[in-house]
Structures are given as C-alpha cells and as structure tokens.
C-alpha cells in the first residue's frame, strides 16, 4: 500500500507569534523533525497550507481553498494522493515534532480511518474519503477534525499519555529542556 504523508502546517500561529513551523527546536525546524519521524512510515511527504516550506519539501494548496483549517489542509493531501495513486494519507501536524514510531505504524497499517483521540490531526485518511470529506466542509461551518472524525465513524486511538504539541514559545522552550 502507497502511503502519502501529509505534514499539515497551513495555520497562522497567532499563540506562538511567528512561524511555528519553522521554529527552531534543538538546531532543526520542527517541519524537519516531523518529516523525520514520518519518513520511514510513508512513500512521500508533502506540506500542506503552509505559504512557503522549506527547501526540498513539496507545497500542496488546501482544497477547495485556504482558511479551512485542518480538514483543508487534509482534502489537498487526499486530493493529491487520489491524483498520485495513493491508498491514503498520514496526517500530522508540524506541531508535534515528537512522535511515536509504534504510532506511526499502528497508523500505516489501519484498514480505515483511524486518529489519536487527543490529537484528531494525527491520523490515516484513505483517499476514497475525499468526496465525503468535501462534502462535509461544504456543510458543517465549524470544520473541526473531531466533527469530521464523528461523520465518518473513524476509529480513535488512546494512547497513555498526550502528544506534545507546540502552540506557544513556552510549549517550545519546555519541549527542548
């Protein structure tokens, strides 16, 4: 199975107050450190949303346009993988640069959609999903990934302890120490 995966980084970062994406933790924008963790997981990786990755890393628009959040960032990779031949996507958000490799597998090998309950942006997507997934940014205003995750009946996953997840300079300083 051809797995596409997806870094979701198309947000405006208003509580950390400048580019989260490409943050410095440790030396490495946290963008790298995702790509890192999910390369050995996928066949590809691409950068959702966001304006301008960095070098090397390929830029796909939120569909139908930006501003969608998440779940836009989402129907261009599967809007993409359907156009590359992909069975499906693994999301991940380039705010959680520390990431579980049994997760990750236990992604890659789902048979359906399936997320981290904590963290519905973390997940695997087939790309036969991506009509439905229209189709519900078309009609629910809200467009959040736990009302789309309860649409299509997609299967959570508890893990023992959260994700971190970077949305302000202090959740990164904590992350690095």
């Known amino acids: 199975m051809r797995l596409l995966g997806a870094i979701l980084a198309g947000g405006r970062s208003r509580r950390f107050g400048s580019d989260k ?31 301008a990755p960095p070098p090397g890393m390929k830029r796909v628009p939120d569909v139908p346009g930006p501003g969608l959040g998440p779940l836009g960032g989402l129907a261009g990779a599967l809007h993409h993988a359907l156009a590359e031949g992909y069975a499906g996507v693994l999301s991940v958000g380039c705010d959680t640069p520390v990431l579980d490799g049994d997760l990750l597998r236990q992604l890659r090998e789902a048979e359906r959609a399936t997320f981290v309950a904590d963290a519905p942006i973390i997940g695997y ?43 302000t300079p202090e959740d990164l300083a904590a992350l690095s120490a």
């Open 21 to 51: 994406a490409l943050a410095d933790l440790d030396g490495e924008p946290m963008i790298w450190r995702v790509a890192e963790a999910i390369g050995p997981f996928v066949d590809a990786i691409v950068v959702c949303g966001h304006p």
């Open 125 to 167: 997507w087939p790309t036969e999903l991506y009509d439905t997934l229209l189709a519900h940014l078309a009609t629910d205003p809200r467009r959040s990934m736990q009302g789309w995750t309860t649409a299509i009946g997609a299967d959570p996953i508890d893990l023992p302890r959260p994700i971190p997840n970077v949305n």
